[in-house]
């Protein structure tokens, strides 16, 4: 049985620092998808670094950017848009694209060594990684017509902060067992119990069942997106309602019916986290049927309150064991809650 994470880790700032960057060491660092910045000059500022970087296109490349002036140390760009070159307001210092240097107005000498930090970003199916590429074969898994996002485009994002550890997200996100109890809605539209599972060192997969019976939903959001799933597929329904997959530590890429979502989760401190959730749809449907993604979202919303539930019952119970000085651990149910098994494993690599 894997290592569980010290109850510690889930409230102690100084341990929960040290685990996530270990984690990041050991696996994959995403900063954004190429579609986020599809054109020359386009540019994202990166929330979940809290402005300090920005996801640039070149032309040549994909650069994750300082987003921070070299020179008196303004900030540069805000939210996301497309420039010729970047452009301090303050003293009006200007950068081109790959954050060169390029005007110092009135400085008389010329300054050395003050371009913007940058980093090359690698690509993999379009997502944009800092440090390795993930050892993730979407063909053997059967997942390269779920995790393909030709013809797709970049809808937008959305941050959420919660006040649990992080691990708790990924804990609640890697299992199906608490499907049955805490989402009435969910657990219709798919058969948590008809679930496969594909595990490797760098992710987990599950691949979730459509509900056997979607022609009425148990919750009134649902019930729209159940119908707009049999109004577009009908006769051939998806085979899957949901396939959830995770690179290892924190990037989750979801992929319901004709929509993908990629979101990760970062810790501020021990306590708290914060999601950023980015949509991607098929551009030609997202223009024609723009309620099919309307009822999509609405259902994901109301999913993503109850899991909030579900994780605040996690990190209250340990935080109750925490102010005891207790360390308790329980079993793993290997089928459903296979992937949180496997999480532990990576964490305790
Ligand atoms: S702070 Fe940017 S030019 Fe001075
Ligand atoms: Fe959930």
Known sequence: MAKHPSIDSYVDDKIAKDEFEKSLDDGLVYIGHKLMVPNKGDYFVLPSYKGRYALVNTGESYLMLSNVCSHRQALLLEGKGNVKSINCRLHCWGFELNGKLKLTPLFK?????????????????????KTRLPDFDLESLGLSEYINFEGYEFAGSSIEQYSFNWKVF?????????????????????????????????????????????????????????????????????????????????????????????????????????????????????????????????????????????????QKGREALHSRGDEKYGPIEDFLEKGVEEFYKFLAK
Not at 111 to 129: H, P, R, T, Y
Not at 173 to 182: A, D, G, R
Request: aromatic content about 14%.
């Open 109 to 129: 000498e010329p300054v050395k060594n003050a371009d913007l930090e940058s980093f090359e970003l690698k690509e993999w199916n379009g997502l944009l990684f």
């Open 170 to 314: 990924m804990e609640i996100y890697l299992e199906n067992y608490h499907v049955f109890s805490m989402h009435p809605g969910l657990k219709k539209y798919v058969t948590a119990a008809d679930l496969e599972w594909k595990t490797g060192e760098d992710y987990s997969v599950q691949k979730v069942g459509l509900g056997k019976s979607i022609q009425t939903g148990n919750t009134e959001s649902y019930t729209l997106w159940q119908q707009e799933i049999i109004k577009h597929f009908e006769p051939n329904l998806p085979r899957y309602g949901a396939i959830w997959s995770l690179i290892y530590p924190n990037i989750m890429i979801e992929h319901y019916p004709n929509i993908i979502a990629i979101s990760t989760v970062h810790p501020l401190g021990a306590r708290q986290c914060l999601n950023q959730v980015e949509f991607y749809y098929p551009s030609q449907l997202y223009k024609e049927k723009p309620q099919y993604f309307e009822a999509m979202q609405k259902a994901y919303a109301e999913t993503a309150v109850e899991d909030n539930d579900a994780c605040m019952l996690l």
